[in-house]
Nanobody
Framework: QVQLVESGGGLVRAGGSLRLSCAAS????????MGWFRQAPGKEREFVAT????????YYADSVKGRFTISRDNAKNTVYLQMNSLKPEDTAVYYC?????????????????WGQGTQVTVSS
């Protein structure tokens, strides 16, 4: 079993930045693909970014390309989401997810474990 704990959310103005962190309690963290998803009020949970086991491959939703960066530190069992140039449309609860398979994936159904989420609010 894997436990994921997100942190770093908060309230920022449009154009600002936040860095989210996700700490994993998993001995095999370095073999997992990891992802970030978000869910805004009244909407389905949507894909944001994913990273493969080594950090060598990353993929992003079109809506965040060029603004968000996913990274990982396997020595710390932690994945990050650096969010720059934030927009009000980015307001959502952000969830960290782990896939026990090593290749990055955009598919929500591929992820095996989920954190509880952290709120990101971007004001105009």
């Amino acid at each position: 079993q894997v436990q994921l704990v997100e942190s770093g959310g908060g309230l920022v103005r449009a154009g600002g930045s936040l860095r989210l962190s996700c700490a994993a309690s998993a001995q095999a963290f370095s073999t997992y693909a990891m992802g970030w998803f978000r869910q805004a009020p009244g909407k389905e949970r949507e894909f944001v970014a994913t990273i493969n086991w080594s950090g060598g491959s990353t993929y992003y939703a079109d809506s965040v390309k060029g603004r968000f960066t996913i990274s990982r530190d396997n020595a710390k069992n932690t994945v990050y989401l650096q969010m720059n140039s934030l927009k009000p449309e980015d307001t959502a609860v952000y969830y960290c997810a782990a896939d026990i398979l090593p290749l990055a994936t955009r598919a929500r159904e591929d992820y095996d474990y989920w954190g509880q989420g952290t709120q990101v609010t971007v004001s105009s």
